[in-house]
């Protein structure tokens, strides 16, 4: 390797515009707080393996040598080829990945992953409340024994186990940027629920936090409530909430207690239900269904019932969160490379601090522009990011110029204003919990009404 006198590749490397999201002092910090620093100068310090494994997560489909051309490949262009980077092999990257270990990509992640949203921010609040989403999801991992004994696989009809090992992850998301700023992972045999619980000690009393039914019970529910956050959790059809008294806009006071404390009552949490259906010929799926929805918004003048029901429907953006992050970020059937459960969660906590760095660059974008964030494509943003860790940062692209390149090439490829839409939960691919998709719904109607005007809220009896 030839640089400039006394410097090295790791003085030099840098992030392209999600540099702005993690500098090199934050990075050097989290290093210190979790005692990775190395005790002797290295080809591959632990600064530079860290932005490696977030640039091994932007560029998913390239192979570990391919990746670190990406990083040095902007530096070698801006000295016009005087610089030449001895790249370090597949074994270096992966010994001092081994050396790194997770514990300061979750470190980085958590420090720097916060809400990125204001109040000006299009379908971010409702009235004071930061709107969030709640949801688990899985990561496929290499088929390697390690990983497969200490991660574990997906049961499946047959018997054999799923085709490759996973990692659970339990995220909460900010609705209206798509940020992820809290989030958990185990092995796949950890449940949902469990992880959740370390991941709602991050909610706070400004939040209005959506969750679906698979979360409603009242341990989880209770800790949630305890942070001071406002929550609107879908309840299961056969959850026991007597009706203790009527509000006018069809809601009705209620009460959750813990299935052990049905004798002694001292767990007993005090909530309010709202029951609602859906009427339109264009969500076929709704028919014949009725929603309970439950709250800790006790005052229906703080929050109708037809407004909450409307606004749960804003759950379905963390779906969309782990769209961006496992089919557009990480590639569609792209399984994570790292062949240890070690490299495994530290690849995960990567794909996690890309996609919010990028969120934070959309958001940016959004605000210079005054869009709202859902007319900003991801994958714009995406291509945005990997092309300016290939260019690289010097003295002529600075930081603050990349980012405004990158805001402009955002910017030209706005979307178009989101339309009404339902699709079929159905899947392509047999051995899933859903049904196959057949012919039936290749023509599947939409919507003919917006949300709030096909809601029904059903008065209790």
């Known amino acids: 390797m030839r640089a400039g006198e006394g410097e090295r590749l790791s003085d030099r490397v840098a992030l392209g515009v999600l540099t702005a999201t993690f500098p090199r002092d934050a990075v050097d910090a ?21 932005y490696y ?52 990509l979750a470190e980085l992640f958590a420090r720097t992953c916060v809400p990125l949203a204001s109040k000006e921010t299009p379908g971010a609040f409702y009235r004071n409340w930061r709107l969030v989403a ?24 047959r018997g054999e186990g799923s085709a490759f090992p996973q990692l659970r992850v339990v995220a909460l998301g900010e609705c209206g940027t798509h940020a992820v700023i809290a989030a958990a992972m185990d092995s796949y045999a950890t449940g949902e629920v469990s992880l959740a619980r370390s991941v709602v000690s991050s909610l706070e009393d400004d939040m209005l936090c959506l969750a679906d039914r698979g979360f409603t019970s009242h341990p989880l529910f209770s800790q949630a409530a305890g942070t001071g956050a406002a929550l609107l959790w879908r309840a299961k059809q056969n959850a026991v909430l007597p009706v203790l008294g009527r509000h006018g806009d069809g809601s009705f006071a209620s009460e959750l207690v813990a299935s052990d404390d049905r ?46 029901a409307a606004l749960y429907a804003e759950r379905w953006e963390i ?105 079929p ?20 109607p939409s919507p003919t009404l917006p949300l709030s005007a096909a809601i029904a809220v059903l008065a209790p009896p």
């Open 263 to 308: 004798g002694a009552r001292e767990r007993v949490l005090a909530v309010r239900v709202i029951e609602y259906s859906i009427a339109d010929p264009g969500r076929p799926q709704a028919e014949e269904t009725t929603y309970r929805l439950v709250t800790t918004i006790l005052d229906p003048h703080a929050a109708p019932a037809e407004e909450l």
């Open 30 to 50: 989290v290093i210190e707080a979790t005692g990775r620093r190395e005790q002797r100068n290295r080809l591959l310090p632990a600064h530079l393996v860290v």
């Open 425 to 444: 939960r159905v899947v392509r691919r047999k051995m899933s919990n859903f049904g196959v998709k057949r012919a039936i719904h290749r023509q599947w």
């Open 53 to 104: 494994v977030l640039a091994m997560t932007l560029f998913s489909s390239s192979g570990y040598e391919e990746v670190m051309r990406s990083l040095t490949e902007g530096l070698s262009w801006a000295a016009d080829g005087a610089e030449h980077y001895a790249v370090p092999s597949q074994v270096a990257i992966t010994k001092a990945r081994a050396r790194l270990g997770p514990e300061p």
């Open 134 to 157: 709640l949801d688990g999801t899985t990561i496929d991992v290499a088929d390697t024994t390690a990983n497969a004994e200490q991660l574990g696989r997906a049961g499946t009809g």
């Open 319 to 423: 779906e969309s969160i782990f769209d961006e992050l496992k089919t557009h970020q990480r590639g569609p059937r792209v399984i994570l490379r790292s062949r240890t459960p070690s490299g495994a969660y530290q690849e995960a906590w990567g794909y996690l601090c890309v996609h919010y760095a990028i969120r934070a660059l959309l958001h940016t974008a959004a605000g210079r522009g005054h869009h709202d964030p859902d007319r900003l494509s991801f994958t714009a943003g995406l291509q945005a990011a990997r092309r300016s860790v290939r260019r690289g940062l010097d003295a002529t692209m600075t930081l603050a110029r990349a980012i405004e390149r990158a805001t402009a090439e955002i910017l030209a490829a706005l979307l178009p204003v989101r339309r009404l839409r339902s699709e």
